[in-house]
């Protein structure tokens, strides 16, 4: 059996970045188990998982377009430095709240000014490519819903 739209399939994977700084990984940990073809997974793994059989490794290279986007200028806004906490209004710090529907929403200081703070809403993967080394551990049907 191999990966195939509609089966459940389990794999290991180490995700790293071109600079090969492991971004996240589940060796020695739980596997994961998603359905082929649901969506579930980034679409440049799941595209190159398809046809693989249990017990086989491949290194797999996505690029942003097939992960997590390329970054979009529309993702960054600028916001008066009362509306960031002081502690936050800083580079690279991480914030969370929520937008007027009430979702919660995260962001990055990209850059500080006098009276102003531009954050990102990019996810912080987007416009890198990825390097997956993935093994496909079990491939079984989909229990039916």
């Known amino acids: 059996m191999t990966v195939s739209s509609g089966k459940e399939v389990t794999i290991e994977y180490t ?6 700084s492991v971004v996240d990984t589940n060796v020695g940990g739980e ?8 969506q579930q997974i980034i679409a440049g793994l799941e595209s190159e998982v398809e046809g693989m059989a249990a017990g086989e490794s491949e290194a797999v290279t996505v690029p942003p377009e097939r992960g997590y986007g390329v970054m979009e200028a ?6 008066d430095n009362q509306h960031v906490p ?5 580079m690279g710090a991480k914030l969370q709240g929520r937008d007027a529907s ?3 929403v995260y962001a990055r200081v990209a850059q500080v000014k006098a009276d102003t703070v531009i954050l990102d809403f990019n996810h912080p ?4 490519t990825l390097f997956f ?7 079984k049907e989909a229990p039916a819903e």
Do not use: H, M, S
Not at 125 to 128: D, H, I, P, T, Y
């Open 15 to 20: 995700l790293r970045l071109e600079d090969q």
């Open 31 to 38: 596997p994961l188990t998603y359905t082929q073809g649901a």
């Open 74 to 79: 529309a993702a960054f806004r600028e916001v």
């Open 86 to 90: 002081e502690v936050a209004r800083v």
């Open 102 to 104: 009430g979702q919660t």
């Open 125 to 128: 993967l987007a416009g890198k």
């Open 133 to 139: 080394v993935v093994k496909v551990l079990d491939i």
